[in-house]
């Protein structure tokens, strides 16, 4: 078979594995990622395989430059992409993106074992912690409530039944009362 006729076998085939599987993606019919952990997993990481002209009889080229990566340390990447090039040279001739994945999955506590997630965030949390004093104190004359005195402590309190609401109609316009003020329009 020619390289072009293994390459639509084992993209019909990775289809059919995968199909509903969200950490699989096909990014085009030569270029595929999978995420290897869960989503919210500190050790999760996303492997990038492109096939090249002639593979399976070449090697894949295999990269874990995703963003999703980016916290993981570049000798930690370097140290899971050689254990999967050896991984390849073990596979060159067959089709390898399903065991490449299923290797990275089997091996992933051991491919991460000396990973340390790097907090690209310090820099951000350092800003938001010096602006946050500055802002502290205007908040506090906000927060205050005013205080009442007892007699509009009581007057509150007559207004309201026992449970704290005002009576139904407590705003209410008296029409008689209101119009008698403003005059009708027989008196212009």
Known sequence: MSANEDQE?????????????????????????YR??????????LIEISWTE?????????????FFNNTISSAVKQSI???????????????????LFEYAKDNKEQFMENHNPINSATSISN???????NTAPSSKKKDK?????????????????????????????????HLSKTGSKDDE
């Open 9 to 33: 076998m084992e993209l019909e085939a990775l289809r059919s594995i995968y199909e509903g599987d969200e950490s699989f993606r096909e990014l085009s019919p030569v270029s595929f990622q």
């Open 36 to 45: 290897i952990g869960e989503n919210g997993d500190p050790k999760a990481f």
């Open 54 to 66: 002639t593979y399976p009889q070449t090697p894949p080229i295999l990269s874990m430059n995703a």
């Open 81 to 99: 992409l050689a254990k999967l090039q050896e991984a390849v040279e073990a596979n060159l001739g067959t089709a390898m993106t399903y065991t």
């Open 127 to 133: 800003i938001i912690s010096i602006e946050t004093p």
């Open 145 to 177: 409530k005013e205080q009442l005195s007892k007699a509009q402590k009581r007057k509150l309190a007559d207004k309201t039944d026992h449970k704290g609401e005002l009576p139904r109609g407590w705003n209410w316009v008296d029409v008689v009362k």
